[in-house]
Structures are given as structure tokens and as C-alpha cells.
């Protein structure tokens, strides 16, 4: 188990041009979760899949925001027309629903830096 | 939403004992986390607490739950420089999904 991946783990982009990135969760994991964590803050949920439902998607930041996770595996986040305002870094995390106490773990994390 | 607060800055000597504390206002949260960030890097998940225990010991660490005054806290023992980093509290509310983050304490450990 290698735990949960994301990539690219930085990215540097200018401002209107769109970015994806993407996340592996733990294997046998069918949550996931995608939070955003801006400087000085604790991370910020946005959205999350069940297997590849997207169960909640109302605290997306904006309709420039989406996410999916088509094979109920991996899942990507895009933003479209970046705004400066959107450099933060992007967590992915993952969990396994039939666990009781639903622990989260956490990716290293995707930093966005627009120029 | 509902509030998860946090002291800001914590310092303690090599050796000590630190104790970070945590607030939160959601009577319905389930469980209570604590989470460990180093620089530039993700969360890494410390321990949690169900809302119906007072106390979990794990190694070094204790957490205490106060449930009535809805405060949680965190004790390291024998606090290390590697312990060094951004400690996260989190509850999750009875919807069961979405973690809620305090802004996080920096704790620096100086020798």
C-alpha cells in the first residue's frame, strides 16, 4: 500500500489557462475527498465521490471548479480560466466507508502557484 | 459553518511535554482528529477520538475529550525537534463526510 498520490505536486500556470490534476487513492479506499488548503489555513473541503458518484458538490468554489472520478478509482480536479486567487494547495484524500470511524488519509498534495 | 479553533503558536524545550489545544461548537460532530503537517507537505493523520471517550492514549500521545465544554486537546510527551511542524484539529459532523479544520498550531520545539 503506498497510501494516496497526487500529481503533478507542483504547478505553475498563468492566470486563464486551465489545470488538471489528479489523485490516486489507496487501493481498496471508495471515498474521496478533495480540499483545498490556502496559506495560514486548515484545508477545506470541496467535494466528494463514493465509488464514482459525486456526492457533494455544492461547496465547490465555483462552477470554474469540477471534479471526477469515472472508474470509481482515480480522480481529477480541474480548474478552468485561473484566477490568482486559486493558488493554494489541493489535497486529495481517501476512506473506506464500512470504516467505522471514516479516518481520512491525506496526499501530499498538489501546490498551485498562478501568475 | 460550524467552528473548529486553535491557539496559533506553541514553543516548548526538548523533552517537555506539550499540550495543544482545540475548540469546536458542532454538538453533532462523530469524531475529532488530530492531524500533523510538515512544510510543503500533506497530513499526516495523528490519532482521533470518538465523541463518546474522554480519553486515547497512543504511545506519546494522549488526547483528552471534554464533551460538555466541546474542548479537545493534545499531549505529547517528551517532545522531540522532529516533532516540529503544524498540528491540525478536525471534527466531523454527524452528515459524515466533510472534515472541518481548525487553522492549525505551529509548534516548534527548540533544544
Known amino acids: 500500500d503506498t497510501g494516496v498520490s497526487q500529481d503533478p505536486r507542483h504547478k505553475i500556470t498563468k492566470r486563464g489557462q486551465n489545470v488538471t490534476f489528479r489523485c490516486d487513492p489507496i487501493?481498496?479506499?471508495?471515498?474521496l475527498y478533495w480540499y483545498r488548503q490556502t496559506l495560514g489555513q486548515g484545508p477545506e473541503f470541496l467535494t466528494y465521490f463514493q465509488n464514482e458518484a459525486q456526492l457533494e458538490k455544492s461547496r465547490l468554489l465555483s462552477d470554474r471548479f469540477s471534479a471526477e472520478r469515472p472508474k470509481g478509482s482515480f480522480s481529477t480536479l480541474e480548474i478552468q480560466r485561473t484566477e490568482q486567487g486559486d493558488s493554494a494547495m489541493y489535497l486529495c484524500?481517501?476512506?473506506?466507508?464500512?470504516?467505522?470511524?471514516?479516518?481520512?488519509?491525506f496526499g501530499p498534495g498538489t501546490r498551485l502557484l498562478v501568475l | 459553518g460550524e467552528d473548529v479553533e486553535q491557539s496559533l503558536f506553541l514553543s516548548v524545550r526538548e523533552g517537555d511535554s506539550s499540550v495543544i489545544n482545540c475548540t469546536y461548537t458542532d454538538s453533532s460532530s462523530t469524531y475529532l482528529y488530530w492531524y500533523k503537517q510538515e512544510p510543503g507537505a500533506g497530513l499526516q493523520l495523528l490519532t482521533y477520538?470518538?465523541?463518546?471517550?474522554d480519553m486515547k492514549q497512543d504511545q506519546r500521545l494522549t488526547v483528552l475529550l471534554n464533551k460538555k465544554d466541546k474542548h479537545l486537546s493534545l499531549r505529547i510527551a517528551d517532545t522531540q525537534t522532529g516533532d516540529s511542524a503544524i498540528y491540525f484539529c478536525a471534527d466531523l459532523p454527524n452528515s459524515g463526510y466533510a472534515l472541518n479544520f481548525g487553522k492549525g498550531t505551529s509548534l516548534l520545539v527548540t533544544p
Open positions: 477520538i470518538f465523541s463518546n471517550m
Open positions: 487501493s481498496e479506499h471508495n471515498r
Open positions: 484524500a481517501s476512506s473506506l466507508a464500512s470504516d467505522s470511524q471514516e479516518t481520512q488519509y
